[in-house]
């Protein structure tokens, strides 16, 4: 069983960054596809953006292509995202979540992953 647990997340300026960090255990973690996803109210929760393991396959959502980083530390089992140039459009709970993925497939269907954290919120005012 794995366990996710986020932090980094908070109110925020357009225009700053964020760094959030999502901490593994209970896992091998090396073999675990890595996905933020985020849900803003009354809508559906989406990619943000997605690591495999090896971290030689990344895929992000179109909203956030060229604003966020995704970044994985197999040694300390941890999964970044760094979010720069934040827009009130951005304001969601963002959830870390794992695929089990020893075949560095990385799926971007959230309905692939299977472990998720409580979610961090992350508000940008205008």
């Known amino acids: 069983q794995v366990q996710l647990v986020e932090s980094g997340g908070g109110l925020v300026q357009a225009g700053d960054s964020l760094r959030l960090s999502c901490a593994a255990s209970?896992?091998?973690?090396?073999?675990?596809?890595m996905g933020w996803f985020r849900q803003a109210p009354g809508k559906e929760r989406v990619l943000v953006a997605a690591?495999?393991?090896?971290?030689?396959?990344?895929r992000y959502g179109d909203p956030v292509k060229g604003r966020f980083t995704i970044s994985r530390d197999n040694a300390k089992n941890t999964v970044h995202l760094q979010m720069n140039s934040l827009k009130p459009e951005d304001t969601a709970v963002y959830t870390c979540?794992?695929?089990?993925?020893?075949?560095?497939?990385?799926?971007?269907?959230?309905?692939?992953?299977?472990?998720w954290g409580q979610g961090t919120q992350v508000t940008v005012s205008s």
């Open positions: 979540s794992a695929h089990l993925d020893p075949f560095d497939v990385l799926p971007v269907d959230q309905s692939a992953y299977n472990y």
């Open positions: 209970g896992g091998t973690f090396i073999t675990y596809a």
């Open positions: 690591i495999s393991w090896s971290g030689r396959k990344i």
